[in-house]
C-alpha cells in the first residue's frame, strides 16, 4: 500500500514539461527530506534530486539536473517535482521517497524506512 500519492505524469510531447505531486495522507511530510527518483525500462533506478524538510536545500543529481526543479508545500504535506524540455530519455517510472531528514547530494531511500510513493509511468512521445 502507498504511503505518499504521487499525481501528474502520463504522456509528455518532446520539449514538454512535467509536472508531478507527491502527498503524504494522516502522517507528517514537513519532518522528511524528500526525494525523486525515476527507472527507465531495462535500466537501474536513477536519482534525480531531493529537498530538505523545510525546503531550504535541493540538490540534483544526475541526468536530469538543469532541467529539474524539486519543490514542497508543507502546509499542503505535499513535493513537488517539476522537469523540463522532456526528451524521449525522460520516460520511465517516477517515484517519490523519504530520504531521511537531510537532503544530501548522496541521498537514498533506505528500504527499511522510506515512505514510497505509488510510482508514476511517464512516456515521452509525439
Known amino acids: 500500500q502507498a504511503q505518499l500519492v504521487q499525481s501528474g505524469g502520463g504522456l509528455v510531447h518532446p520539449g514538454g514539461s512535467l509536472s508531478l505531486s507527491c502527498a503524504a495522507s494522516?502522517?507528517?511530510?514537513?519532518?522528511?527530506?524528500v526525494g525523486w527518483f525515476r527507472q527507465a525500462p531495462g535500466k537501474e533506478r536513477e536519482r534525480l534530486g531531493c529537498i530538505a524538510p523545510n525546503g531550504g536545500t535541493t540538490h540534483y543529481v544526475g541526468s536530469a539536473k538543469g532541467r529539474l526543479t524539486i519543490s514542497r508545500d508543507n502546509a499542503r504535506n505535499e513535493a513537488y517535482l517539476h522537469l523540463n524540455n522532456l526528451t524521449p530519455d525522460d520516460a520511465g517510472v517516477y517515484t517519490c521517497?523519504?530520504?531521511?531528514?537531510?537532503?544530501?547530494?548522496?541521498?537514498?531511500?533506505?528500504?527499511?524506512?522510506?515512505?514510497w510513493g505509488q510510482g508514476t509511468q511517464v512516456t515521452v512521445s509525439s
Open positions: 521517497a523519504t530520504v531521511g531528514v537531510f537532503c544530501s547530494p548522496s541521498f537514498e531511500a533506505n528500504p527499511q524506512t522510506a515512505y
Open positions: 494522516g502522517w507528517t511530510l514537513e519532518y522528511f527530506a
